[in-house]
């Protein structure tokens, strides 16, 4: 989440790096014999499910299902008898850790694991809701979602312990990047203790027994690799998604897995791993940074895509709120049409055949992207809207639920027109209260207007009065925005306050305090109900077919064109512009890197969906020498001349130093530095889309 306009912290001016780029490598954006060879087999239908209402409002959706009082009965003869087997609600379930706790669903749901055939068995998260054996379906299942925030990538609101503990230290721990730092030594052992303990295996039977059917999980990229200095804890992260992957299955609860913080910064706020400059699609390294977050959404692919996984991973969430005024629209389409030719690449097209594929709007709203690679197979629109941060507000909440409501229509007409809209995250906040929701030690706009923000933070003291608002906050909401995933499940306790600080953005506190529903399909007809629904436009269910990967899906040639170059994309900061040839890039060279398959899955899994992908990895070219990830906001680090490789004549000084306080002026290219080889172009400005030939070879 996030929200606040950009402000430049100048953090990344820390090193000057010369730079030359390179002659030398492959389009961007793997190109694959398609056909996956992997049997990418359709899911059984689902049998026998409620609608969730897709056609109607709340009164036949809410007539809830007497909860089986099945025991816990054995799958079959498996090596783990103690966690295998499945039950309803009353049914005692033991955790991967060993930790054994009754399963209670009022809705039905049920739990099964079984260790000998893990891909067969499925929980189901409610009667309503199809199992991961069963087919999904857009338009008539709806998503009842929460994000799982804070826990892979770590934010100073969310878990306010474990920055309170380095908030002495040098530097101060304000961000992911800092907290690593801080921690020192201590950055395993702490790091995976909260990976450990902030979210477990019963919260996902949780997030059932809540009624809800999705989960969205931010991760970093450092779950895959990290490189050079940056501090982040590398892979362990990743161990926990692939628990939550066994979980979800566990309890039939889906996944959306958002790439929350990519290398560089994709908005310079905290919860992109460093807070301050961006340095994704933009400066210097902007275009080695998306060549790099290629990269990695390639492992997630193909990982995601493989049989028995992909059932409960349908989703993939390219770049988590890209900020869209200092990125520009173009540089994030182009990646984004990178990403998805270089995914389809590997997974093939059509329905089944790897994840869902959702980009963020920027914070521009579904106008603003109107008719975006219109064609593509089961791209998704995914929104934040947030109405916490306009401003110290004081309107009644009341007033707050109608602007929420206001939002349906337009989701409805763009669910029609275009494809399937989400909300990706959301919360119950209409002010910027809640400790250090705008950083660390950061005082935010209602605070600093009105003095206090105690009677926001501090849940203990609220009435039932207020707590009905927000509970009919959280109603307008879900109605409106449909499929939407709140932000976020869990807020952790500040251990300086002994309570969880902001807790407009706590599910699982508001269920148990009653400013959450019980059961979120109350919500239905909300908005009309109370007459909130200007504008309102229903959806039937219908989406263009291209959107659940049917029939043509092609993306308009319009659209390739507009968006098909990514290094000439690039036109922030202004400096760039008319020097992108000289951007560093790299060369697929490397090793892809496979992410590790649990050892329980083993015997099923691989890590790698298609055996056909066998591109190299984009690398940094030997010899050639980069300025660090997070410095190409600086026009001093960037490069006056190609580099050939082989470090010969390489580095060309800058033209001049800068000042400590630079005004980003316009650096003309130069031209390139004699070398014994051949220089060209930088080949990362050819276009980037269409059947993308293999690319250079190792
Ligand atoms: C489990 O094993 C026992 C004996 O080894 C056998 O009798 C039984 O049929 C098996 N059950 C299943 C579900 O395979
Ligand atoms: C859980 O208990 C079983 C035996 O009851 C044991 O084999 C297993 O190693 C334990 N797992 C953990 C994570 O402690
Ligand atoms: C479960 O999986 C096994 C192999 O993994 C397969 O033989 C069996 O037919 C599957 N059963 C069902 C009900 O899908
Ligand atoms: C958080 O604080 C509340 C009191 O506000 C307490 O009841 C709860 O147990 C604490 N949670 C944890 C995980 O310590
Ligand atoms: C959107 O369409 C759905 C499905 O027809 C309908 O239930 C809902 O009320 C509509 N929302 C708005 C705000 O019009
Ligand atoms: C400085 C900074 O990045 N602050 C952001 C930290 O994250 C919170 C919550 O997402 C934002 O509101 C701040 O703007």
């Not at 399937?420 to 002010?431: D, Q, R, T, Y």
């Not at 879900?478 to 599910?507: C, E, K």
């Not at 922030?572 to 992108?580: D, E, F, H, L, N």
């Amino acid at each position: 989440m996030a929200e606040k306009p950009y402000t430049s912290q100048g953090a990344a001016r820390n090193r000057k790096w010369l730079w030359a780029s390179l002659a030398a490598l492959g389009v961007v954006g793997i190109a694959l014999g398609v056909g996956l060879g992997v049997g990418l087999n359709v899911n059984k239908k689902g049998a026998g499910k409620d609608s969730a209402g897709a056609a109607g409002g709340p009164a036949g959706d809410v007539a809830s299902t007497a909860p089986p009082a099945n025991p816990s009965t054995p799958i079959s003869n498996t090596t783990d008898p103690v966690r295998g087997g499945s039950g309803g609600s009353g049914s005692v379930v033991t955790s991967d850790l060993n930790v054994t706790f009754t399963y209670v669903n009022e809705f039905g749901g049920t739990w099964a694991y079984d260790p000998v055939n893990p891909f067969n068995s499925s929980g189901r998260a409610q009667s309503w809701t199809p199992s991961l054996t069963e087919e999904w379906v857009w338009g008539k299942d709806i998503v009842r979602g929460v994000n799982l925030g804070g826990w892979l990538v770590t934010e100073p609101f969310i878990v306010p312990a474990l920055y309170e503990k380095y908030n002495g230290a040098t530097p101060k721990a304000v961000d992911e990047y800092t907290l690593s730092q801080a921690m020192g030594a201590n950055l395993a052992a702490e790091m995976e203790e909260h990976y450990k303990t902030f979210i477990t295996e019963k919260d996902f039977a949780d997030i059932a027994a809540a009624g809800l059917n999705w989960v969205r999980i931010p991760i970093g990229f450092w779950a895959i690799e990290t490189r050079d200095d940056e501090p982040y804890l590398a892979k362990v992260s990743w161990a926990y998604f692939a628990k939550a992957i066994s979980w979800g299955r566990k309890y039939g609860i889906r996944i959306l897995l958002d790439l929350h913080a990519l290398p560089g910064s994709q908005n310079g706020w905290n919860h992109s791993g460093r807070s301050g400059t961006i340095n994704w699609m933009r400066g210097a390294m902007g275009l080695a940074n998306a060549q790099r977050s290629l990269e990695y959404l390639r492992s997630f692919t193909e990982y995601i895509s493989q049989p028995g996984i992909k059932e409960v991973v349908p989703m993939l969430g390219l770049v988590n709120e890209v900020l869209y005024d200092q990125v520009g629209k173009k540089a994030m389409g182009s990646f984004y049409l990178a990403s998805i030719d270089m995914i389809r690449g590997i997974t093939g097209s059509g329905a089944g055949n790897g994840p869902l594929v959702a980009f963020h709007d920027g914070f521009q709203g579904p106008a603003n992207w109107a008719g975006f690679l219109s064609g593509a197979d089961r791209l998704v629109m995914d929104q934040h809207p947030y109405l916490a941060f306009s401003g110290p507000n004081q309107n009644p909440w009341e007033q707050q639920t109608g602007q929420a409501c206001s939002w349906g229509g337009g989701i409805n007409d763009t669910s029609s027109s275009w494809g399937i809209m989400i909300s990706g995250e959301w919360s119950l906040a209409i002010n910027d209260c809640g400790m250090w929701l705008n950083g660390v030690d950061v005082k935010g706009s209602y605070e600093t207007t009105y003095g206090s923000c105690v009677q926001f933070e501090d849940w203990r003291t609220w009435d039932a009065t207020f707590k009905q608002s927000l509970l009919n906050h959280a109603l307008g909401n879900m109605d409106a925005l449909q499929n939407n995933f709140f932000w976020t499940w869990r807020i952790g306790n500040s251990t300086v306050r002994g309570y969880a600080p902001s807790p407009m953005w706590h599910y699982q506190l508001g269920l148990e305090q009653g400013w959450m529903p019980k059961d979120p399909r109350v919500a239905g007809g909300y908005c009309q109900q109370n007459s909130y629904c200007q504008g309102c436009a229903k959806f039937d269910g219908t989406y263009p077919a291209s959107a659940t990967g049917g029939a043509s899906q092609a993306i308009a040639a319009a659209q390739t064109a507009e968006y098909g170059n990514m290094a000439q994309a690039i036109v922030s900061p202004a400096w760039i512009v008319g020097s992108q040839s000289l951007l560093p890039t790299l060369t697929q060279t490397g090793t892809p890197i496979t992410l590790a398959v649990p050892a329980e899955s083993a015997k099923w899994l691989t890590g790698w969906a298609n055996p056909n992908d066998k591109v190299g990895a984009w690398v940094p070219v030997g010899g050639c020498p980069y300025p660090g990830p997070y410095s190409g906001d600086d026009a001093s680090v960037m490069p006056r001349a190609l580099c050939d490789g082989n470090g010969v004549g390489a580095a060309q000084a800058p033209a001049a130093v800068p000042d400590p306080t630079p005004t980003p002026t316009p650096v003309a290219p130069a031209p390139a530095a004699p070398t014994t080889g051949p220089l060209t172009t930088n080949p990362a400005a050819a276009p980037t889309t269409g059947p993308a030939a293999p690319a250079a070879a190792p």
